[in-house]
């Protein structure tokens, strides 16, 4: 089975940082590509960022672009997600998601984890 | 960044079908792959429905999805209250190079 599992949310300040990880098993993590999505409280879904199975490739939000940084450790079968510069616009439930070997939308999900920006 | 627009509510009393639709652009839809997920109150998502029509293992046959140019529909059938959910629709975008969602429909079982 597919296990999708993210650390790393919690409270931050705003301009603050914060790195997610999201720790998988079940399957060959480096032969599929890995996406962030997030939720805002009470708000639709949002997809934030995603890298291909290699890491060779990275693609990311308007939203996010030039703060956010996606990367992955295939020896460690981990996804990361560094946020910088973090407004209260980001608060929300960041999930991990797997797509396909060759495609990015997600075929599996993980429970996700909160991420609240306020002072 | 331009999403792929669904109408915000469906309803339907048990035993209903209902169907919501996703729609899209040339360079989403009209190219990719569409895929549904369900996203019950308090939970993460969950996919329903990946390349446009495709039903993951253990998803019933009650849900069925279509795609048509550059819009997709998402079907089902026998409608029960467990039903009662947010559903999503995505695609790749080759234009922009991102996976849009769409902005959800509420189902509400009567």
């Known amino acids: 089975d597919v296990q999708l599992l993210e650390s790393g949310g919690g409270s931050v300040q705003p301009g603050g940082s914060l790195r997610l990880s999201c720790a998988a098993s079940g399957f060959t993590f480096n032969n599929y590509a890995m996406s962030w999505v997030r939720q805002a409280p009470g708000k639709g879904l949002e997809w934030v960022s995603a890298?291909?199975?290699?890491?060779?490739?990275?693609y990311y939000a308007d939203s996010v672009k030039g703060r956010f940084t996606i990367s992955r450790d295939n020896s460690k079968n981990t996804l990361y997600l560094q946020m910088n510069s973090l407004s209260a616009e980001d608060t929300a439930v960041y999930y991990c998601a797997r797509g396909g070997s060759g495609s990015y939308p997600a075929l599996g999900w993980g429970q996700g984890t909160l991420v609240t920006v306020s002072s | 960044q331009s999403v792929l627009t669904q109408p915000p509510s469906a309803s339907g009393t048990p035993g209903q079908r209902v169907t919501m639709s996703c729609s899209g652009s040339?360079?989403?839809?009209?190219?990719?792959?569409v895929y549904w997920y369900q996203q019950l109150p308090g939970t993460a998502p969950k996919l329903l429905i990946y390349?446009?029509?495709q039903r993951p293992s253990g998803i019933p046959d009650r849900f069925s999805g279509s795609k048509s140019g550059t819009s997709a529909s998402l079907a089902i059938s026998g409608l029960r209250s467990e039903d009662e959910a947010d559903y999503y629709c995505a695609a790749w975008d080759d234009s922009l190079s991102v996976v849009l969602f769409g902005g959800g429909t509420k189902l509400t079982v009567l």
């Open positions: 040339s360079s989403n839809i009209g190219s990719n792959y």
């Open positions: 390349r446009n029509d």
């Open positions: 890298m291909s199975g290699s890491g060779g490739s990275t």
